[in-house]
């Protein structure tokens, strides 16, 4: 018998002029001053207490953002203060709102989880949400996120929660299962891009007048595999644009290293995009360079088969050299502005943030798409699995939208992540190693290895990492013990 | 495995600046002028199509949409030219929107549905959704919808269809088993009016300043069966008001026959709404008239027992006295404003027709309750049942939003419904008359009567309104065959 | 996601030449001996340990099984022994197999069952196993047997647990729920008498030599409202003559008070099975008097009704009286018997006891009807309901059989009492009455009264038997408080 | 709502002494003289329809068998004739009982499925049910199977038809894709040699007297990826003999092409088995060359990667060697008994064919593993899914045993092969290559491939085996038209 579930909801209403927003992670150097410009020109008033690891990168964000409302050379429409707090408990007692946005020194981790992994002959493009990478960067940020939901579920079980923190689905699933009645939404821009992307072919195609926000489309997978198959702009149906670009010249780019050399790896040719909807009908909506993650034919045959769709591996060199440790100095651009070395104004960023606040404070109805625990918004994945689809968010409620299944052979292609997923995070309530095994072992990245292979790698990311892994228990485990990369 | 179902979505944008409505029923005395305000103070523009069985009544108000826009005392916001249609083909093709609202003479038939089964000791309140009586209507009105459904395919089979017509369920349950790709969203005012209600309360216990649009609520449920299981008033929980009242006098009145004399059969006190909420932790949410037909312990004991929770049944004389045939004079208000006998001013309606309407074409993101297919916006509930939650409409498309569950007893007492209406809709496939009892045998309402007596009620509902159930096959069923009620 | 759900197995083998039987209500006048003398004629071996309430009863039965063995001028083909216990834990520790079947004393109880309700209009014919007197049963009996299973869990988690004790739905679903891991099957007769009556009408119709043993029939459904969609006798097709005769007069008589008053409760004309079998295509495979509680139609319209379809009522009289109080003498064969005072022989029985431990030591394969948690033996019941259907019993293990679903109007019948069960076994785990009573209300006997006249009845059920239902926690109910008849 | 499903079951009693069998493939050089000598054997008489593509061969059978009951220097228990038939009408009218064993020349199918697949790289290590080679041996045999399955309907629908034929899960699932009321099984001998392999373990381990029949498993899954959760010998309980075998030598041997060199193809060293045992804690039960075809990671590494388990490819040379086409000369032994040159005796076959078909007519109630539709014996695959799961079987009924579900990493693995099984079986009702090639895309074995050149490998595999694919529509595919390798 199902249970009687509904969409997250919080209990008591929160006062548009007076809202505490709790930031976890809020010493960030670039996703913090996007909020503060969009707060500041926000009809929203209130406060933001910002907590990190490294206490002095939220000092110096709480003092920007009393900054832009005190002596920047702007007009905010709205009053906001900010203070960094030393204590979880000091962030969240009483908050309306709760920011999840933390990640760990990639050179300890990140790096690993990409150039071990390709030791053993996967190429993964990205590595950070599911394949061996993402498995272990799952393991080491769920049992954080555990202690997140406990904290939240003492000092303020009624906030809303909001998780930027990847691999979104491990770690949106880890907070609900810690604590099911969290008002937690995972959020992510992959769905947003392909919206961006869909106006831009309603401009070349149809000669239409739109933007983002003019693209509705029905969403619904889980993060970075998300599908979309139905795209309007306006309400004029954009699949006949899709399948004559599909059909053409669009559809049927090839790439080389050469191609890519100079490109950012953000580069998104949608070659894969495109080659996953000829093959099935319907849209993958995340970048390219996630969707070969999840769809593994792409990342066979290594860096050529990757490139030959136009996707360009995201390096660990790239990412140790563009993560800047919070600790160190906040990008340029923050203390350019405050040493009035750079002009400073007031930019919106492309995030949705401030939208779905104002929606929960009853300002707006407002849909897009977020990462929520399964109640039927996709009806044939199972329940409580987290999964993306559109949900309308109105005062004090966030509902999915019923967005239907898919084709079976997507479906497979998805339900296996979701075994993986579902596999990890049920190991992790009581940190069995060996039943995390068996999700590594499942994963379609992975099965492309012998076991023993398998295990080898597993092992050795174990080994490298073991100080991020301490909520597992490493001690008794079969599958260590097996290992010859794992010494204990 | 589950299909690839999406909510209703049609291809082709319409242009809000010529939209073409096909009123199916459009000679309606009530309805249709206040379709006429509605449209008549809004920013959409077009054309409405009227067909009716009784051509003149369609004139009639064409006659009179027509002269609002041009010889009325008032000043329009919009266009609308209205025009009377002698055919289906000429009222759909090429149509945008159709309007479903047509009822058969209750004369005929409705008084039928109440005063036979109260033969046999049902002593239903309305009877006019389900039990005997709705069992009835809806093995007159389904084949007659299968037709407009038909119609619906070959002219216009992209457009929205709003079906106004009770049994609600049935009806729009028959329409997408007819043509799977119907947009047709099944919608009534029940919700509309608890969310009223809650406003009141709103305003009377918390002193908040509120009306019907600042209520949202979970809903959920089927057609006249809808329950809440959350509310709130701009965000604030109104659970802990509704739980102070059920336990004090709101929740603990009785009535006699006394007591309702004077009062109209639409009275609604509220106590079948407060007696389930009491027992089962969840919020009826239709009026309590139709609640008393699905939970049908509330029917027992005649008259007395009905009244008690002061209910007044809408007696069969009522019905055939109140419904003037379409054919007859308007109601008194359009004659006596086309002859300038009053003063004709642009009210509005509460009808929420206009504000799909403005959604659907890009005007707005519109939050209502409407009837659909489940395509697991309630959880436990079987996939296509038509259910009834909240849907999101915008540009083109109307999705569901995902309501949960209920309690397993709430759930029990709905299940057997959608049983009986599955089971009624499985054998007007075939014109299966036979089959048509079974659904009928093991309606709750009908559970009270021996097999046999069940089966003389049956027959003797088919003998008299044996003229409207020409597509059911009465030549050869053994059921009939049997009784002694019906004569073949 | 499903769990890993196996059907029952045992993890050690038993000795078929050292089997220790459990015998829990070992006092009992009938079933003990029956018993004692299947066993005597078996070509099994062991000890059987009787514990009852009544020690001396216990002690009775145990002299008797010994003088079987010993001094009964007659020829065992095996050797028992018997000893009465004196407690639980020396009935259980260590026993491979426990038999369960005890009753309170039904002047305190069941006489309730069945003449309170009588005064509030339902006219159950056994209430026994469902409606007010079934539940209220349950109510008694659950918490006793979360007992036993809980006792059983501690003392031999291992053995094969048969359970006879009714109601069979709701006492077997809990002993599962207090212990997952429980080897128990419930066991009833009335599939027996039903293939018990199809070899009589394979005998009479179609001329063949045919038993019991030779009809197999796919049956499914809950215990007492089981059903039947193939029957057989030696391979043979019966459905044709059940179609027969169900078109004939066999299928089509009526009785009066006059024809039945000479008869035992048990007759049984089959008119009830017919009626439904007529209506729904499958065939009920229980005792009339049984059906009737289930299928209420049956019993509207008091004794005329209920009488009209060969049905006797058990009245509170008959079963007053012919319940011997345990601690009372024996019936009088076995004391005869030990007396000399009457010849004993070696009859066997109709009981399939023996049969299933022949199979379960590993001497047969047997196949019967059983009721066991649901794990897809029927395809439209939810998982772990506990349900009725073939099972095959082999060395060690007992496997239900896949028996399909049901049309959806009978499923709907079944479904609802499904929901009663789970309703008030859920309820039970912390005693909560009130929760109880939501399954009470959902009963399908009980809503044919208003919810007021339901609380009240079943306000006077707890007050009069309040003395059996210590376990449930009366004392912060608001339903009780609410009530007339139960003052606290 | 779920249908009314029975298993399969026919609805006239079989007479065992008028048995007539249709053996479709009845040429058959090994598995035809089995049969006979089995039937010879028995208890049961009858008559033997033989039909072939290769008429002689089928003759040369049925002068065997008839020789064996007139000529042979043997006494038959039973009398048996055979005949050769040139029809598929002759050979099935009035047929109680079809055989379906029959196959391609391997010289022009079977060798492709293995060697062109080698060429991509991938290693399959038999290629005949799942995987690039598998799933063409479907496409080619399906449409013939759906032929077969018309036949019986037209001419013996009651008919208890053995499917032999691989793949066996997509040959069983067209049959009753194709003709739902169909009574197949799907049969196959891996689970009994798992029986086998148990039973030696029982003898070894625990000094029992233990042979095939001893063993009682749980078993389930699709075939050649059965899994085995219970396993007994005459109820003793042999897990814990596996779990210490799994941990030993045993469960720890490897393997290099020196040691298998000389082996047959046959060999089962269970390396495979207990690696996947140590991983999930369940044991499958299928031999090791299969298993490798369903968990893919054991065939990545080519050769040695396969070798290391102890399995040894079925190269495409043997099969071509091995198999000797039907119109060719019989088996020596069969030449050899005729012409006197080789004593013959009536030995036993392992099969169960005899075995079930005695529990078809009556003569006992018989436990053996079928392929069937899911019906709810495996309780988290789909319904209509062919499963493989122990099955009852009685008098004309073949039940299947409810057998649970899997752990999730388990459930992971096999639904990944049903939904590819499903996509081609569904993309087999219309010959819809494009849809077929979807299936194909997601299968385990395939993945490794980028998506092109799973395309180009798709195309080549149709185009060396187009004769064999006459109805599928290779004339309208986008897949087609895109590759290279197929020029149309």
Redesign the interface.
Known sequence: ???????V?A????DPDDITIAYLGGGSRQWAPNLIRDLAQSDLNGQVRLYDEYYESAQRNAEFGNWVHSDADVEPTSEWSYEAVESLEAALTGADVVILSTQYNPAETFVHDLDIPEDYGIYGAVAATIGPGGIFRAMRTVPLYRKFAAAIREHCPDAWVFNYTNPVHFVTRALYDEFPEINALGLCHEVLGTRHRLARYAREELDMDAERSDI?V?VKGINHFTWV??A?C????LWPVLEDLVDGDEGHQEFTWDDLEDESVFVDNWQVTW?LF???DVLPAAGDRHLVEYA???I??GQE?LN?WGVKRTGSDYRAKHWTPAESDQTTDVEAWLEGDKEFELEESNEVFVDILRA???RD???TNINLPN??????L??NAVVET?A?V????V???????????V???I??HV??I??II?ASREGDIDAA???F??D?QI?????E??RELFAELVAVQEGYLEDWDLSDS?VLEESEAYQG
Do not use: C
């Open positions: 018998m199902s249970q009687q579930v509904h969409a909801t209990e008591t209403a929160i509705s029905n198959d139905e309007r306006k309400g004029v149906d080659e000829r093959r099935f593994t034919s792409f066979q045959n088969g030959r929960l404070v009853g109805t407002y849909v109640v039927g918004q996709v009806s044939d199972e329940e559109n309308t109105r005062a004090n409620e509902k999915p939208m019923a967005a239907g299944g898919f084709p079976r052979p479906r497979a292609l339900q296996g075994d993986t579902e596999t049920e095994f068996e999700g072992l499942i379609q099965r492309t290895l012998q076991t292979a398998a079969a």
